[in-house]
Every structure is written in C-alpha cells, then in structure tokens.
C-alpha cells in the first residue's frame, strides 16, 4: 500500500511563487518515479511533471519553464516548485505513485490578480 499526502497549496497572486509537497509512505519510495498532475474545473485531467528514482525530470511543454520538480530520499517527499504563477495555473494538484499506481487526495491552487 502507497499513501500520497499533498500540502503546500494555497491562494497566491498572479506572477507569485508557490511550493507543493507530496510525502509518500512506501517502501520503495526511493525507485519510484513520482508525477505532478492537476486538474481545474471543467477540464480534463493533464500530467505536470515527473521525477524518475536518478532524478531526472521531464515536463510539459506547456509549462514554459516555470516549475520544478524535485525529491528529498531521505524525506521521502517529492516537490513542485511552482514560478511566475498564471490564472490558467489554477486547479486541483495532484502527486502520483507511477509504481504502484497511487494518487493523492489533492491540494488546491489558486492564482488571482
């Protein structure tokens, strides 16, 4: 069993700065790779970012360079810092297990003006 826990989110202004924590319980937490999804309303669920067990990162294009993904072994914590905030950047964030497949309960963002 994986259990994925989010915190970080919050209510930030555009063009604002906001780090996201996934604490994973698992034993193999150190060879799993580890995704960022999010979802807002009335849209389709789409992939952020991922981190293999070696630290290599990919992301999605659409994101222009303004997160970063990253993760602490010995914390068995993944993180997204997230740059230059957008209102489009609003939504329900979501970390996932690749191995198993296993989702957090989510944390919300919001960006403003």
């Known amino acids: 069993q994986v259990q994925l826990v989010e915190s970080g989110g919050g209510s930030v202004q555009v063009g604002g700065s906001l780090t996201l924590s996934c604490a994973v319980s698992?034993?193999?937490?150190?060879?799993?790779?580890i995704a960022w999804y999010r979802q807002a309303p009335g849209r389709q669920r789409e992939w952020v970012a991922k981190i293999s067990a070696n630290g290599k990162t990919y992301y999605d294009d659409s994101l222009e360079g303004r997160f970063t993904i990253s993760r602490d072994n010995a914390k068995n914590t993944v993180y997204l810092r997230m740059n230059s905030l957008k209102p489009e950047d609003t939504a329900v964030y979501y970390c996932?297990?690749?191995?198993?497949?296993?989702w957090g309960q989510g944390t919300q963002v919001t960006v403003s003006s």
């Open positions: 698992a034993s193999d937490f150190a060879i799993s790779p």
């Open positions: 996932f297990a690749v191995v198993p497949d296993s």
